[in-house]
């Protein structure tokens, strides 16, 4: 299984981008799919998750009211809006264990190849 992370770039504060997390297979079709992220030096953080029916999400606290996390049969999406220079960092979507949503990188099985996010300020 692939997952295929999509829609990083440049982009100045406060400015948006729409990430897409594909699968080659129908893994998500059961599954919760997170997106987390990894600044050069720093760990990789928890970003948002969304449960298999898209009915249930959750966000980091940085995340909140800035970001919406989403999913249609084929991909999820991670809507991102007045983007500070903070969220530079490389994107990861992963494929979860179980159906719902999950902060804990521990919970997910198959990770994407990561996009990469620049806000300029």
């Known amino acids: 299984v692939q997952l295929q992370a999509s829609g990083g770039g440049l982009v100045q504060a406060g400015g948006s981008l729409r990430l897409s997390c594909a699968a080659s297979r129908r893994t998500f079709s059961n599954n919760g799919v997170g997106w987390f992220r990894q600044a050069p030096g720093k760990d990789r953080e928890y970003v948002a998750s969304i449960n298999w029916r898209g009915t249930d999400t959750d966000y980091a606290d940085s995340a909140k009211g800035r970001f919406t996390i989403s999913r249609d049969n084929a991909k999820v999406y991670l809507q991102m809006n007045s983007l500070r220079p903070e969220d530079t960092a490389v994107y990861y979507c992963?494929?979860?264990?179980?159906?719902?949503?999950?902060?804990?990188?521990?919970?997910?099985?198959?990770w994407g190849q990561g996009t990469q996010v620049t806000v300029s300020s």
């Open positions: 992963a494929s979860a264990l179980g159906a719902s949503t999950s902060a804990n990188d521990r919970g997910y099985r198959y």
